[in-house]
């Protein structure tokens, strides 16, 4: 009987497995016929993909750089406030230099090191995480205020020598090949090195990760990087695409990034269901969301409310098939 009633639940596994594999891609698939509809064809127009298309790629790094942090287990809500802060920093060498490169370097070292404090403050300090990033994304915010002062605008133009300004087909192209290897560097060191897997492990179960000999600060420190890299990288690709920095962009790449994680099918409590494909998935569908939204002419404060109730939504779905499957943590 026992053997009967393992065969009975192995197909009803393996359903539910593809289920929550396919959905994410036919929730995708949904928003852009509904708000292809609604818009009435406006969604889909040539000009609005272009927009589109920029809006993703920023999205899109931040988030595949963030499933290491969330698959680890680690909730963080202070990306926006980091990619504002390198952003910042890096417009302001690059303002005072003329050199596009040293920007970048300045980008990535600022984001980098904002990385590690982060995960200094995981791996020693018992207090939940995303207390500490809610305060860090403040403290962020509000550094960028002071640097900057009265202006609220840095302009590439004002560069000390002419920096070259790239027309809509470079621009293009660059996101292109940057998202690529990106995805294509994190995909590889996700699911085929023991970086992903001890990330996977952690997320799934602290005590257990310890107890199998992964070094939970080094396996912390790693994953931060990684997303730390992937904010550092659209925080540039932002800054040479409008040619300025301010002291309030990327304000809500935050929340765009976690409810694009659920989008994309991936638990924010991490874990062995975590997975890289999570990170483009769900960038489109928030963009998509709330470039619709957007062109219904809702606003601000509708758009909110209405990317909250699809994030519960997705949220409550989403945890009914995992609920039971958790290890105590």
Excluded at 92 to 104: E, N
Excluded at 127 to 133: A, D, E, K, Q
Excluded at 172 to 192: E, K
Excluded at 263 to 279: N, Y
Aim: proline share 2%; with cysteine; glycine share 10%.
């Amino acid at each position: 009987m026992n053997t009967a009633a393992k065969t009975d639940n192995k197909p009803k596994a393996v359903n539910a497995r593809l289920i929550g594999n396919i959905a994410p891609y036919a929730g995708l698939v949904l928003v852009i016929a509904i708000f292809a509809l609604l818009t009435k064809g406006a969604l889909l127009s040539a000009t609005n993909l272009q927009a589109l298309a920029n809006s993703v790629i920023v999205t899109a790094l931040c988030t595949i750089g963030s499933v290491f942090v969330f698959g680890a287990g680690y909730f963080d809500m202070s990306v926006g406030g980091t990619l504002c802060l390198s952003a910042v920093l890096g417009g302001m060498v690059t303002v005072s230099s003329g050199s596009l490169i040293l920007g970048f370097v300045v980008i990535l070292a600022v984001s980098v090191v904002l990385g590690l404090i982060k995960a200094l403050l995981a791996s020693y300090v018992n207090v939940p995480f995303f207390i500490f990033t809610i305060i860090l994304s403040s403290i962020f915010t509000a550094l960028v205020l002071v640097i900057m002062g009265k202006e609220t605008t840095l302009s590439l133009s004002n560069a000390v020598t002419p920096i070259k300004e790239f027309s809509f087909l470079e621009i293009s192209i660059i996101n292109v090949i940057v998202l690529v290897l990106f995805f294509v560097f994190c995909l590889i060191a996700f699911n085929y090195t023991p970086i992903g897997l001890n990330a996977k492990n952690l997320g799934g179960n602290k005590f257990a990760s310890t107890q199998s000999g992964i070094s939970t600060v080094k396996t912390t420190f790693t994953v931060f990087i990684f997303g730390a890299i992937g904010v550092a990288l659209a925080a540039f690709l932002l800054m040479i695409r409008t040619r300025t920095v301010m002291a309030t962009m990327a304000g809500g790449v935050g929340n765009d990034v976690m409810v694009a994680l659920v989008l994309g099918g991936m638990p924010l409590s991490g874990g062995p269901r975590s997975k890289i494909s999570a990170g483009i998935i769900g960038a489109v569908t928030i963009t998509v969301l709330n470039s619709g939204l957007t062109i219904l002419g809702l606003t601000t404060g509708q758009i909110q409310i209405c990317r909250g109730i699809v994030f519960i939504v997705v949220v409550l779905v989403s945890s009914l098939s995992y609920r039971g499957k958790l290890l105590p943590r």
